[in-house]
């Protein structure tokens, strides 16, 4: 399985972007799938998962903020970012339970 990531960019703090990932292969139905992020010198860090009965869990940080979704028949999994700061400016990946990560999209907060 692959995952490639697309949606980021530069944003004014205070703006929204809606990242999408879209998973190859089969099964996609069939597993969790998540969102993290990562800035250079520091570990990946956990954003938010949604499983396969549409159950959601997120890091506290982006709670109320950040919404996650997925359309099945698409493979895709989406991460809506509203109220962005400039603390939230990472490279952005997705993934599956146990699965390998994708290469990300470049997300920065700045005015």
């Known amino acids: 399985v692959e995952f490639v990531e697309s949606g980021g960019g530069l944003v004014q703090p205070g703006g929204s972007l809606n990242l999408s990932c879209t998973a190859s292969?089969?099964?996609?139905?069939?597993?969790?799938h998540l969102w993290a992020r990562q800035v250079p010198g520091k570990s990946r860090e956990f954003v938010a998962m949604?499983?396969?009965?549409?159950?959601?869990t997120y890091a506290d940080f982006v709670k109320g903020r950040f919404t996650i979704s997925r359309v099945n028949s698409q493979n895709t999994v989406y991460l809506q970012m509203n109220d962005l700061r400039p603390d939230d400016t990472a490279v952005y990946s997705c993934?599956?339970?146990?699965?390998?990560w994708g290469q990300g999209t470049q997300v920065t907060v700045s005015a």
């Open positions: 993934s599956r339970s146990g699965g390998p």
């Open positions: 949604i499983s396969t009965g549409d159950r959601t």
């Open positions: 292969g089969n099964a996609f139905n069939s597993h969790a």
